[in-house]
């Protein structure tokens, strides 16, 4: 049999012949999917880049800026995350009165939106019991694929029915992120005493945007210029808001990352100064990223709101993807810029995990 993952009740994974993992009922959790070319969360490949200068040309190249917010009869369709859609799941779930094991399958999802810059995601899906969060299981990332089969069966053993009717079956779809933290893309959350688990049942569930907190981010306000002469964007992070508190002292030390990506490589970064102590904060910076029009199709910017840790590892408190392929009000923004060359375009956008 090939390898397979053991869940501990710490949440931890490793390879072993059968995978199995002990809930605290005394019950066990196994994957009997064959695990061939398992794909591995590899973190240790995480970059950090040296600080760029920064650049304000904003004022020499025009005095004239068109704001778009959301909610604006020139944004329809932003900040519409209740209305975006985020795909669906198929799975099927049974218990076995005889063996007192409960079974999930996660079987395959359709139309997940693309999370990575590249216009595509790499989903994975998380299985929960709820209350219980400590005991998780993972079926395999499944690379560059929006419509993914995963036909991945996970056996909750001696699960008394009792407990099991009881508990939250919570499905979470993720996009695997080499470089930063996995980017929730939907969750699907089913009582099991809703449903008649004396045979194997199919369900197909639309993704509902998560409930971890990725909706309350807050927003950035920050305007594009293209200078299609000069073969140049420039960006210009103006403010936020609303910005989500990070820290134990319920603020965050706010400052803000832009990335020029050309296709799937990193091209060039920079990033504002920390704002200390603020969720509103006001940061006025210009970048000038030289980019030939010839690429400009190819081309994503990716803006990035982090807290400022001095003990610890940074927190990323949300992003933006702006291209021709992000969400509906990036690529508005993206096509704004296009269309009024020379004009430092602005717009709100709702930071997303």
Not at 91 to 98: A, D, E, K, P, R
Request: overall charge positive; glycine content about 6%.
């Amino acid at each position: 049999m090939p390898g397979s993952m053991v869940m501990s009740p710490m949440g931890g994974r490793s390879e072993v012949n059968s995978l199995t993992a002990r809930l605290p009922s005394g019950g066990k959790m196994v994957n009997t999917a064959p695990m061939p070319g398992q794909t591995q969360h590899d973190e240790s490949d995480r970059k950090t880049e040296p600080r760029s200068s920064v650049s304000d040309l904003v004022n020499s190249l025009t005095s004239e800026m068109l704001m778009l917010s959301p909610g604006s009869e020139d944004d329809e369709g932003h900040d519409s995350s209740s209305r975006e859609n985020l795909g669906r799941i198929q799975f099927s779930v049974g218990y076995n009165f005889q063996e007192s094991t409960l079974t999930v399958k996660i079987m395959k999802a359709q139309e997940l939106p693309a999370k990575d810059f590249s216009g595509t995601s790499d989903p994975f899906v998380k299985i929960y019991l709820l209350p219980d969060k400590k005991n998780k299981l993972e079926t395999k990332v499944k690379r560059k694929n929006l419509n993914p089969h995963w036909n991945e069966t996970f056996l909750f053993e001696g699960f008394p029915y009792e407990k099991v009717v009881q508990r939250v079956l919570y499905l979470q779809v993720l996009d695997y992120d080499r470089f930063s933290r996995n980017d929730p893309i939907g969750e699907v959350s089913i009582p099991l005493n809703k449903l008649d688990l004396t045979q194997m049942q199919t369900f197909w569930k639309e993704l509902k945007p998560c409930s971890d907190g990725s909706g309350s981010r807050g927003e950035l306000l920050l305007s594009l210029c293209y200078n299609p002469s000069g073969n140049s964007i420039i960006v210009n992070i103006i403010k936020a808001r609303n910005l989500k508190a990070m820290d134990i002292g319920g603020t965050s030390d706010p400052y803000v990352k832009v990335w020029l990506m050309y296709k799937d490589k990193r091209v060039e970064k920079k990033k504002t100064v920390v704002m200390k102590r603020c969720l509103n904060p006001v940061f006025n910076e210009s970048f000038i990223f030289d980019i030939p029009t010839e690429k400009l199709r190819e081309t994503t910017i990716i803006i990035t709101v982090m807290d400022k840790d001095r003990l610890s590892r940074n927190d990323v408190i949300g992003k933006i993807y702006l291209s021709w392929k992000s969400g509906p009000g990036e690529v508005k923004h993206w096509k704004d810029m296009i269309s009024h060359p020379r004009q430092a375009v602005a717009q709100w956008h709702q930071l997303k995990a």
